[in-house]
């Protein structure tokens, strides 16, 4: 293949991405030769959750299989993300580490458009780097999300609920109000499943309820909760 | 212990199931609103919350961290 249908080929593929589409021709061209080509057997790991992050993955070809892992081996599947599908943008955008693993699910062939490459992109708009920064960290916190629901008993949740929440009562910060209703949809469970989950809590004596009072006796117990 | 059950007048059809099974008598019909009449007497077992049909009554907790004293 020549230089010049190598590049056209990369070109015409980027067009398809939806954050290429609107490129002018010149800058399509400098992107088409900046992205890395990376081929993988079915089922080879192509990245491991939190390590950092090599840049935007496209599909060229083939299917991919993007999964979060629990401590004891559990797997959730995300995305299979398919040709012209991108994946780990959030990591891609604001350099963090990747938020998920990815794995081949058939043999497959992906772009990678370096970090740099993308933000060269942004340059000549700084407010466009702030409002991609924002939305992957929602991105980050709505895959956390899916995790703690996934992997998480709803003690488990919370738990992690009352570790964020807890204000000791000397502080400036006011103290947080909910009820059990509230403390339900926050840990996506109801309320009488979170009502036996704070009894179950207080056994533990991490927590003691005192009338309206929820005390944070034990952080360090609430902790190894999660 | 005082109690901060929130109850809305608004919401409030003053229907008295919440007086009737209050276990411990805390809460009582004033001008046909449910009202908490005995603060102290309530236990905070936040029935009145469950059983409200208008979701008039609200059991809030307060969520407190008790930092260990240093040194212990």
């Not at chain 1, 993955?57 to 993007?66: D, I």
């Not at chain 1, 933000?119 to 992957?136: K, M």
């Not at chain 1, 403390?183 to 927590?207: F, H, K, P, Y």
């Amino acid at each position: 293949m020549s230089e010049q249908s190598w590049l056209a080929s990369r070109v015409a593929f980027l067009r398809t991405i939806s954050y290429f589409t609107n490129l002018g021709e010149e800058e399509a061209r400098r992107v088409g030769r900046e992205l890395l080509e990376r081929s993988f057997d079915r089922g080879q790991l192509i990245f491991i959750e939190g390590e950092s992050c090599d840049g935007l993955y496209l599909v060229k070809s083939g299917q991919v299989r993007l999964f979060k892992s629990s401590p004891e081996g559990r797997e959730i599947v995300l995305l299979v993300a398919r040709q012209g599908d991108t994946f780990n943008d959030a990591p891609a955008f604001d350099g963090g580490p990747n938020p998920v693993s990815a794995t081949a699910l058939e043999a497959a062939t992906v772009y990678i458009v370096p970090r740099q490459t993308l933000l060269s992109l942004l340059e000549a708009c700084p407010a466009a780097v702030g409002i991609v920064n924002v939305l992957a960290g929602r991105l980050r916190h709505l895959t956390k999300v899916v995790e703690d629901l996934s992997f998480r008993s709803v003690a488990s949740r919370l738990a992690k609920l009352l570790l964020e929440l807890a204000v000791a009562e000397e502080r400036v910060a006011p103290i947080p109000r909910l009820t059990q209703d509230e403390m339900a949809s926050m840990v996506g469970s109801v309320r009488d499943v979170v009502g036996r989950a704070l009894r179950a809590l207080e056994q533990t004596g991490a927590i003691k309820i005192q009338g309206h009072r929820i005390l944070v006796v034990n952080a360090e117990m609430l902790r190894k909760m999660l | 212990m005082a109690s901060i059950v929130e109850i809305s007048s608004e919401k409030c059809t003053g229907c008295g199931v919440c007086v009737i099974k209050c276990p411990t008598q805390a809460v009582a019909l004033v001008d046909g609103k449910a009202v908490i009449v005995r603060s102290k007497a309530c236990n905070y077992c936040t029935e009145c919350e469950t059983l409200c049909d208008f979701g008039a009554i609200r059991c809030p907790f307060e969520i407190i961290l008790v930092e260990p004293e240093v040194g212990k």
